[in-house]
Nanobody, 116 residues
Framework: QVQLVESGGGLVQAGGSLRLSCAAP????????IGWYRQAPGKQREWVAT???????YHAASVRDRFTISRDNDKNTIFLQMNTLKPEDTAVYYC??????????WGQGTQVTVSS
């Protein structure tokens, strides 16, 4: 089964920025698109954003106007640009198929830690 690979996490101060990357084969992306998710310690995994093959994007209310999902078609990479980070954004971030579809096996994710 295809497994997506996340990267780009790190430690950043509140108000800072990070850009996460998700390597996703075009054959996987073109069916329904890709979503970003996150899981904070002690909490359930939650949806963050989705990008469709059409280019339409959707963002959770908690990150709208701060996070932007995008895709580099040439590199088969999905990005999550995260600006104005807050301590509550601290989580392990994952990419996978969009909500409403059977997910692929979850990868290791990439840790994002925002210090206050």
């Amino acid at each position: 089964q295809v497994q997506l690979v996340e990267s780009g996490g790190g430690l950043v101060q509140a108000g800072g920025s990070l850009r996460l990357s998700c390597a996703a084969p075009e054959s996987t992306f073109r069916i329904n698109g890709i979503g970003w998710y996150r899981q904070a310690p002690g909490k359930q995994r939650e949806w963050v954003a989705t990008i469709r093959p059409t280019g339409l994007t959707y963002h959770a209310a908690s990150v709208r106007d701060r996070f932007t999902i995008s895709r580099d078609n040439d590199k088969n990479t999905i990005f999550l640009q995260m600006n104005t980070l807050k301590p509550e954004d601290t989580a392990v971030y994952y990419c996978n198929l969009p909500r409403g579809t059977t997910p692929l096996n979850w990868g290791q994710g990439t840790q994002v830690t925002v210090s206050s």
